[in-house]
């Protein structure tokens, strides 16, 4: 009777876990549904397939390629409900490298959200204390950006649009007359707000959605054109 209590309570702690996995990703799907719906560009939803441990903080493979959607190019916003996770590399018939945000490859036109203070968010290559950070560079010298605020794609670049989420800024060093400033503009450490180290499913951003091209004005910050093709579930 003992052993098979003990075989009882084996299979029902299996249970719970696989209950509670399921209510887990019920419960980001929610939010990716949630989020897709309230975006005002259009998204491809895809899933994480590949991410190899010597290239942990480097690039991802998602599930999506040229096949799938011939939208998809080069370059492109890559985001989560809870931020930007980085850009599209190489595009591939089945599949898309994704290139993170803390990879040294990957540059972003930002802004202090709720300022005029603009610089680039480029990643530093590096994994300090659990968490992968960035660094926002050509901050002006009299920025006043402090810790808590929220750093956002200004809309400046060719590629990605203005107000999508990057990070929190967590740290800002005092200027100094050396490398790599030379007193010249002020630094700023950033945490992504997107969890780079639990990638599941993502979205692609292509373009703005249907009812908003016509009102769209053409400039260095919007997003390009990305057809009129339907958003994939």
Known sequence: EVAKLRQQVAELTVQNQVLADKTTENSRLREMLGFREASPYRLR????????????????????????????AKDQPVVSPRGVVGKTGNVSRDTTDVILMVNQNCSISATVEGTHDQ?????????????????????????????????????????????????????????KNEYPTFGLYREAVIEPTADLN??????????????DKQDAKPDSGSAPDAGSADVSH
């Open 119 to 175: 610089g680039i968010v480029q990643g530093q290559g590096n994994f300090e204390e659990g968490k992968p950070r960035v660094m926002m560079d050509y901050l002006p010298k009299n920025s006043q950006v402090a810790p808590g605020q929220f750093i956002v794609t200004s809309g400046l670049g060719p590629y990605f649009p203005a107000g999508l989420r990057l990070g929190t800024v967590i740290e800002v060093p005092p200027v």
């Open 45 to 72: 939803a895809c899933r994480v397939v590949s991410r190899e441990p010597n290239s942990w903080w480097d690039t991802v493979q998602v599930n999506v390629g040229w096949q799938d959607d011939p939208n998809l």
């Open 198 to 211: 639990q990638l599941d499913e993502l979205f692609i951003v292509l373009g703005p959605k249907q009812g």
